[in-house]
């Protein structure tokens, strides 16, 4: 039995579960529950924060997750990567209150940027030659620069919507991303057998639905 990691509630979850159930595979999901086991398919799911999906595939304790590649690069695992999935497509950008002069990412230096993702924002801002002070914060990340937390932020957009209603405006793209498979360096000869079905599925599923 092959064990998947998936995201309990979240933007992650609805086409998770989708992807699984037009392979074919099915299980009785409750809200409750954060373990299934499928019934026609060698499969068991676990229903996990999606930031704790790398850890449990990395040590071995999921063989394999879907996963955003944000979380995943942010927390250094993008060699877990076994094939991109093509949904839950979002950026992390860069944004500054919208009445704030900005010509290039050099306006960034010495600035206070507030984010979730410190370590894809180092990495951008090194590249960029920038440096300015990383606040990490957890969440609602777009407020920071009206309570005076920073002068800049750097957050997953997806329609840019939420941007806006915080009067910010987006001025860099840092990364791309979309939701990954990935799976543990170590699977067994049995396990991986059944990761080669579960792929044979789902490459049939993503050529019906272009
Ligand atoms: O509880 P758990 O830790 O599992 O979930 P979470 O709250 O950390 O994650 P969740 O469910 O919000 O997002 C899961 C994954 O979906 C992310 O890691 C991304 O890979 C992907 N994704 C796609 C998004 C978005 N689109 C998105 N729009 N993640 C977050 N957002 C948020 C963003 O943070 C911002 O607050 O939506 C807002 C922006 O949306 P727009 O449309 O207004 O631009
Ligand atoms: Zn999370």
């Given at each position: 039995?092959?064990?998947?990691?998936?995201?309990?509630?979240?933007?992650?979850?609805?086409?998770?579960?989708?992807?699984?159930?037009?392979?074919?595979?099915?299980?009785?999901?409750?809200?409750?529950?954060?373990?299934?086991?499928?019934?026609?398919?060698?499969?068991?799911?676990?229903?996990?924060?999606?930031?704790?999906?790398?850890?449990?595939?990395?040590?071995g304790v999921a063989?394999?997750?879907?996963?955003?590649?944000?979380?995943?690069?942010?927390?250094?695992?993008?060699?877990?990567?076994?094939?991109?999935?093509?949904?839950s497509k979002c950026?992390?950008?860069?944004?500054?209150?919208?009445?704030?002069?900005?010509?290039?990412?050099?306006?960034?230096?010495?600035?206070?940027?507030?984010?979730?993702?410190?370590?894809?924002?180092?990495?951008?801002?090194?590249?960029?030659?920038?440096?300015?002070?990383?606040?990490?914060?957890?969440?609602?990340?777009?407020?920071?620069?009206?309570?005076?937390?920073?002068?800049?932020?750097?957050?997953?957009?997806?329609?840019?919507?939420?941007?806006?209603?915080?009067?910010?405006?987006?001025?860099?793209?840092?990364?791309?991303?979309?939701?990954?498979?990935?799976?543990?360096?170590?699977?067994?000869?049995?396990?991986?057998?059944?990761?080669?079905?579960?792929?044979?599925?789902?490459?049939?599923?993503?050529?019906?639905?272009?």
């Amino acid at each position: 039995m092959l064990r998947l990691a998936i995201q309990k509630s979240g933007r992650l979850s609805d086409d998770s579960l989708n992807l699984i159930r037009e392979c074919g595979i099915s299980f009785i999901s409750s809200s409750l529950k954060l373990k299934t086991e499928c019934t026609n398919f060698p499969l068991e799911i676990l229903f996990l924060r999606d930031d704790d999906i790398p850890g449990y595939v990395a040590d071995g304790v999921a063989d394999i997750g879907i996963v955003g590649e944000n979380v995943l690069v942010e927390e250094g695992k993008q060699e877990l990567t076994v094939e991109k999935l093509g949904f839950s497509k979002c950026r992390l950008s860069l944004a500054v209150p919208k009445s704030a002069e900005y010509n290039s990412v050099q306006d960034l230096n010495g600035k206070n940027i507030a984010t979730s993702y410190p370590n894809l924002l180092q990495a951008y801002l090194q590249e960029q030659g920038v440096k300015a002070n990383i606040h990490t914060i957890s969440g609602s990340v777009e407020i920071a620069p009206s309570i005076g937390l920073a002068e800049a932020i750097c957050d997953i957009v997806s329609s840019g919507s939420t941007l806006i209603s915080n009067g910010l405006k987006e001025v860099e793209r840092v990364f791309k991303s979309e939701a990954a498979l990935i799976a543990t360096k170590e699977l067994s000869e049995e396990k991986r057998e059944i990761l080669e079905k579960l792929l044979f599925r789902i490459h049939a599923v993503q050529r019906a639905r272009k």
